[in-house]
């Protein structure tokens, strides 16, 4: 049975309408003078830290400590106004599995495993009403590798829980490649969702251990055997 369930972000539970890109693009040009600054970035299942460095190399930018903070800070509030304008939604099938976790007994801790710093997480889940159904995570400010953001988050569940879960007690839901790369760093099962960029062929490659169009199509007590 599932006893710590983690989902990415964007592409599995939510769209933000490009806010996250739109908000790194104009931090990209208004704080260090490079304009179109995100053309030749790859944003699915990284992290920002690991997006932000790849700006920093390709233009001869000091990967300082400062300039991290300062790319970062300048991010948070941008993303936060391109939220409130908008046209993002809350992916089908979320929600009722969110309620379906809850129903059960024992109902397993419900946490994050993003790429997205914290405060970034939160920013995009909140505008949905989303941010308070998760009781822990692994953030970009625990790694700049997916990996260990995974391993962060399995150790907080694991503090939450007062014991050790089973490789087959963990469950992952993620829309790319990096996400299941990641889970099976952590010995979790994996339930892949063809709601990002990725189509469920490319998906299939990867061997996840469910797969799906939307999560409107998983039937959630599957988790409990």
Same mark, same amino acid.
């Given at each position: 049975?599932?006893?710590?369930?983690?989902?990415?972000?964007?592409?599995?539970?939510?769209?933000?309408?490009?806010?996250?890109?739109?908000?790194?693009?104009?931090?990209?040009?208004?704080?260090?003078?490079?304009?179109?600054?995100?053309?030749?970035?790859?944003?699915?299942?990284?992290?920002?830290?690991?997006?932000?460095?790849?700006?920093?190399?390709?233009?001869?930018?000091?990967?300082?400590?400062?300039?991290?903070?300062?790319? %970062?800070?300048?991010?948070?509030?941008? %993303?936060?106004?391109?939220?409130?304008?908008?046209?993002?939604?809350?992916?089908?099938?979320?929600?009722?599995?969110?309620?379906?976790?809850?129903?059960?007994?024992?109902?397993?801790?419900?946490?994050?495993?993003?790429?997205?710093?914290?405060?970034?997480?939160?920013?995009?889940?909140?505008?949905?009403?989303?941010?308070?159904?998760?009781?822990?995570?692994?953030?970009?400010?625990?790694?700049?590798?997916?990996?260990?953001?995974?391993?962060?988050?399995?150790?907080?569940?694991?503090?939450?829980?007062?014991?050790?879960?089973?490789?087959?007690?963990?469950?992952?839901?993620?829309?790319?490649?990096?996400?299941?790369?990641?889970?099976?760093?952590?010995?979790?099962?994996?339930?892949?969702?063809?709601?990002?960029?990725?189509?469920?062929?490319?998906?299939?490659?990867?061997?996840?251990?469910?797969?799906?169009?939307?999560?409107?199509?998983?039937?959630?007590?599957?988790?409990?055997?």
């Amino acid at each position: 049975m599932a006893g710590l369930v983690l989902f990415d972000i964007d592409g599995t539970l939510i769209r933000t309408g490009g806010a996250g890109e739109k908000a790194f693009a104009r931090v990209c040009a208004t704080q260090f003078g490079v304009p179109n600054g995100t053309a030749q970035l790859s944003f699915a299942g990284r992290t920002d830290r690991s997006i932000v460095r790849e700006f920093f190399g390709r233009h001869e930018i000091d990967p300082s400590a400062e300039n991290f903070n300062r790319f %970062l800070e300048a991010y948070v509030f941008l %993303l936060d106004e391109l939220m409130r304008a908008s046209r993002g939604e809350v992916l089908s099938g979320v929600r009722p599995m969110l309620e379906a976790l809850r129903q059960f007994e024992p109902a397993p801790i419900v946490g994050l495993l993003t790429g997205n710093i914290r405060l970034g997480a939160e920013i995009k889940l909140r505008h949905h009403g989303l941010w308070e159904e998760f009781a822990t995570g692994g953030f970009a400010d625990d790694d700049e590798d997916r990996n260990r953001i995974a391993a962060a988050a399995l150790a907080r569940g694991e503090r939450i829980a007062g014991r050790r879960f089973s490789n087959r007690e963990i469950v992952v839901v993620g829309d790319t490649p990096r996400d299941i790369s990641c889970a099976r760093s952590i010995g979790a099962r994996v339930l892949a969702v063809a709601t990002g960029n990725f189509s469920v062929s490319q998906l299939r490659s990867h061997q996840p251990d469910w797969l799906v169009s939307d999560l409107a199509e998983f039937r959630t007590e599957v988790l409990l055997n």
